[in-house]
């Protein structure tokens, strides 16, 4: 008999900690997927509030703020999250947490210990993690490195020596780059590096770019050696495209509509004023 064609494939994994803990956990679905992760009694994971999709009756669920985030004014200015989801299980029998991705994304299952303790995400890639994982916020010092959105300049940062489970939008790519090697990727095509990889960002064009267009305005050149995660479809992106598809343009699907009327009514007043000193000639 033919599998129903809403079936989805089941991918088990398992999961040991350091401490020679063992924690199963499945990716369920394709484009917005669940990661469905087992707890044993008292065992607990961290999770990004809002993820939670399902939960057995064991679980207590308790809403707590990260006193750890290092730039939590930063980011609760930007709208996003200060707080976290600890999930426990209390029973006495093994209970399962069904976490779901916040849009249609991948779910990423990253072991700090093989990435030397430490990854650098976007600000929003973070979804939950087992163990021992640390979440903060890091502001980049650099000028050169700040950019026009949260997403340039307020990195996340998870360290640790567990799980951790980020999200990517559309397809997810890995590219591993050598020592010396570099990679020209759009910022908010980054989902998450390595901490050994030097990130360096580059202006494309000259200033009329800025004006005129607002795609790949901004580049981050990537040199190795490390790992780079990319998404082909960042939700900001995807937000966009779906607000322009159902609604008619206006000041917020166009940001620089007075910038092109200033330069419109310009150009205008010059050919205006051109004409009448040719007229008096």
């Known amino acids: 008999m033919a599998a129903p064609f809403f079936s989805t494939p089941f991918q088990p994994f398992v999961y040991q900690s350091p401490q020679d803990a063992v924690t199963p956990f499945q990716i369920l679905g ?26 057995s009756g064991s679980i207590q669920m308790e809403n707590v703020y990260a006193t750890e985030n290092e730039a939590g004014v930063w980011q609760w200015l930007f ?7 600890v999930l426990h299980n209390t029973g006495t029998t093994d209970g ?23 990854i650098l995400c976007q ?19 650099r000028p050169r490195n700040l950019v026009a959105s949260a997403e340039g300049f307020l990195r996340q940062k998870i360290s640790g020596q567990g ?3 980020v999200v990517g939008g559309g397809s997810v790519v890995q590219k591993n780059l050598e020592v010396g090697e570099t990679l020209a990727v759009d910022v908010p095509s980054i989902i998450a590096v390595s901490s050994t990889v030097n990130i360096q960002i580059k202006y494309n064009g000259p200033m009329r770019r800025v004006v005129f267009g607002n795609d790949n305005l901004v580049t981050a050149v990537l040199t190795g050696p490390g790992i780079v995660f990319i998404q082909s479809m960042p ?19 166009n940001p620089k509509f007075f ?10 007043y010059v050919v205006v004023v051109s004409s009448l000193i040719l007229t008096d000639i």
């Not at 399962?96 to 430490?118: N, Q, T």
């Not at 939950?128 to 010092?141: A, G, L, P, R």
Request: aromatic fraction near 8%; charge should be positive; proline fraction near 6%.
């Open 259 to 268: 910038i092109q009327i200033a330069i419109f009514f310009f150009l205008a």
């Open 123 to 141: 600000p929003d890639a973070f979804l939950c993690s087992i163990n021992d994982v640390k979440v903060s916020n890091t502001i980049d010092q």
């Open 235 to 253: 939700f900001h992106r995807l937000s966009q495209r779906i607000a322009r598809a159902v609604t008619s343009p206006n000041m917020r699907d």
């Open 96 to 118: 399962f947490v069904g976490i779901a991705a916040p849009s249609l994304a991948r779910i990423l299952p990253i072991d700090l210990a093989k990435f030397g303790g430490e």
């Open 30 to 55: 394709g484009e917005a997927q669940i990661v469905q992760i087992m707890l044993k009694p008292q065992e607990k994971i961290i999770a990004k509030p809002g993820s939670m999709c399902y939960m």
């Open 163 to 165: 799980l951790a489970f």
């Open 79 to 85: 709208g996003k999250n200060t707080t976290s989801i």
